[in-house]
């Protein structure tokens, strides 16, 4: 089972109210840690690293993830970590719940679920669609190695590529491509090399495939 269908699975088990029970083995775990997986609890981001956490007794308290605090009177009267913490970290663990200074947004580029700063600009990507200025992408269609230079949120049938008057959809090479791709500005890597300033050129998303570095040694 995919993380993502694991989450799938638990957010069915949560019905209405959102609180759902985890189900790791507990058999091993000290008191609070079990109780924090296996209680139907349900998390809630707020502000400033805050989260709402809906108890299974149908209480709410408030963890401060940063400063490490729960409104609960097992931490603030008997200063425990409490289940309510501990049920914080894993949902932010299991990315249930965006960490601190993060949130959800909808992936421009497949349309999947994505975790964003709170302050990032469009547009938001993925962990598998992600890339930025200065990742090294290879060209699937001629296998050349290019830097990124920006990623737009301009779509491919929106930007016109000036020395052919073709949009980048529609241009020869990019056939098969998304019309609604995001467009990604990048250069040639042994130009960008050579230069510092490579010529910029438009390509889909999709047809750029992220590398590492061990792929730029030939």
Known sequence: ????DQHSTLDRKAGSSGRVALAPDLRSMPDRAARAWA???AV???DGGAYAVDSESGATYVVDALAGTCTCPDATIRGETCKHR???AIEITTRRVPPPGHRRATCAACGGEAIVP???DPPALCESCHVEAGDVVLDRETGDRLVVLAVTDSRADEVTIPETGDTVADYPTNDGYPDDDLV?????LTEAVATGSPRRY???HSRLRRVDDAALVD
Request: proline content about 12%.
């Open 202 to 204: 438009s390509f889909p």
């Open 86 to 88: 501990r049920r914080v």
């Open 118 to 120: 709170e302050d990032s």
């Open 44 to 46: 809630r981001p707020l």
């Open 39 to 41: 209680e139907r609890m």
């Open 1 to 4: 089972m995919t993380p993502h």
């Open 184 to 188: 990604v500005e990048a250069g040639y």
